[in-house]
């Protein structure tokens, strides 16, 4: 989008503030926000923003240990590309930001730079990577003063439907007015737990929209008195909320489906599987990316459908990829790869770059991910699991940590103080929750995604 038009935009549209938004390792959206009259000047030079913020956990804590303190700056720059007037929350809009160094040079800790770097080395080699978030969330509702989660219907039952509806209505046409294509809505398993899956976007699009869902997902609800949690076991006592990527590789002109091969078994090539083998192979390490809070870990149940063992199988919602099944005559723009173990708490960018990266050492190895699991794999026994090399996950975070401590090949496509930084940064935060005990992982997790 050209400056002038921007600022026609701020001004047809009444626009008092607008937010410049980055997501932080720790996943949180955060930002500044600005007045249009300092457009220009912020368009040129940014916004001020502490370093510090790289190693600042959901606690706003900054661990002693980290190598950054008070001093030293960096750059919010606003991408003109992502500009959207707020449909739900009138005299405001946003744009998503790279963090910059001071004179205008990418930041080495952004992780949405960190993206384009991975998006740079697919181009290198022929392919796009599409993707979606698909992101389960739990609605709560205020009672004499209490939240509670919406309902307690059944999963996809039009009685759920019902009842949620003047609470879904409003973020699809919240969604729309951005330009998230909405493919489909239902209530999930859990408590007041629903789900909207959009439609898959190319590369950097994909993570920037997982940052838009959320922010209007959250921002819709309040504006209509309700709230919504991303928390990936916001109740104990039923289904987690899951954030599957979906993915796919495409040739660099974006029209054919790399993962696709009428003649391969589940229509699947050898690029798909490759691929996938690389995942498999690099989790648990790349679980610290995409299932990177404490709460996390307690979504991993048996036979809640969010997976527990490192498999894959075609259309198996107890694999930890998913091999999923093409649309009758449209196989080979629908065939893709759902990855189960990412919730909603991620950062998109470093979710998908770890992603990336460890599906590119599976092509570049043309590693192998084994036979596919046509079952349940919590049904085969201990020993059947073992001779098919099928590990249980980490049981908790600080193990995934650890395992990304480990990670030879993450370490390298991240950067060692991106990774050194990030576990750091982490282990203060379950340094604290353990400190402040039992109630203090809700609080840090409920309502801050
Ligand atoms: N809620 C499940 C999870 O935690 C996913 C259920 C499904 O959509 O298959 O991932
Ligand atoms: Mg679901």
Same mark, same amino acid.
């Not at 007037?85 to 160094?101: C, N």
């Given at each position: ?19 410049? #938004? ?79 160094? #001071? ?17 740079? !080395? ?6 796009? #990577? ?18 509670? =989660? ?23 046409? %919240? ?13 999930? %398993? ?8 959009? !439609? ?27 709230? @919504? ?9 039923? %289904? ?80 930890? @990829? !998913? ?34 990266? %460890? ?34 996950? =980490? ?37 604290? #929750? ?13 309502? !801050?995604?």
């Amino acid at each position: 989008m050209q400056d002038e038009s921007l600022r026609e935009q701020l001004l047809e549209q009444s626009v008092e503030l607008v937010r410049a #938004i980055y997501v932080g390792p720790d996943g949180i959206a955060r930002g500044k926000a600005f007045r249009p009259d300092s457009l220009a000047e912020i368009l040129q030079s940014g916004i001020g923003l502490t370093q510090a913020q790289a190693s600042v956990n959901v606690f706003d804590h900054l661990p002693p240990e980290s190598r950054f303190q008070p001093v030293g700056e960096v750059r919010i720059r606003p991408d003109v590309n992502t500009f959207q007037v707020l449909p739900y929350l009138p005299g405001h809009a946003r744009m998503l930001s790279d963090l910059e160094t #001071i004179d205008g040079q990418p930041w080495e800790l952004c992780p949405r730079n960190l993206l384009k770097t991975f998006l740079n !080395r697919l181009a290198d080699e022929g392919m796009v #990577i599409r993707a979606a978030f698909e992101n389960e969330f739990t609605i709560f509702k205020n009672v004499n003063g209490e939240w509670q =989660p919406l309902d307690q219907l059944n999963c996809f039952s039009s009685a759920a439907m019902d009842l949620a509806s003047p609470y879904i209505l409003p973020i699809i046409t %919240a969604l729309e007015q951005q330009g998230v294509m909405v493919e489909k809505y239902y209530p999930e %398993a859990g408590h007041g737990q629903h789900e909207i899956p959009v !439609r898959h976007q190319a590369g950097l699009q994909a993570a920037d929209q997982q940052v838009v869902f959320k922010e209007t997902v959250r921002g819709t609800a309040l504006a209509n008195d309700f709230r @919504v949690s991303f928390m990936p076991k916001a109740d104990p006592a039923s %289904a987690g909320n899951g954030c599957h990527i979906h993915f796919s590789l495409w040739d660099s002109q974006d029209v054919s489906n790399l993962f696709y091969d009428a003649a391969g078994e589940y229509g699947l090539s050898q690029t798909a599987l490759h691929f996938m083998a690389g995942i498999l192979k690099h989790l648990p390490a790349l679980m610290a990316f995409t299932a990177p809070t404490t709460n996390s870990y307690k979504r991993f149940v048996e036979r809640c459908w969010s997976s527990c063992y490192v498999c894959w199988g075609p259309d198996n919602r107890e694999a930890t @990829v !998913r091999a999923a099944s093409g649309f009758k005559g449209q196989e080979a723009a629908t065939v893709n790869l759902e990855f189960k173990p990412s919730d909603p708490t991620c950062n998109p960018y470093l979710a998908l770059s770890a992603l990336i990266c %460890a599906g590119l050492d599976g092509i570049q190895q043309q590693a192998d991910p084994g036979k596919p699991l046509l079952t349940d794999p919590t049904l085969l026994s201990p020993r059947e699991r073992q001779t098919r090399g099928m590990t249980r996950y =980490p049981t908790d975070l600080a193990s995934a940590l650890t395992a990304l401590e480990q990670n030879e090949v993450l370490r390298a496509g991240f950067g060692e103080s991106r990774i050194s930084d990030y576990i750091t940064m982490k282990r203060a935060e379950i340094q604290m #929750i353990d400190t402040l005990g039992k109630d203090a992982e809700q609080q840090a997790y409920l309502f !801050r995604f």
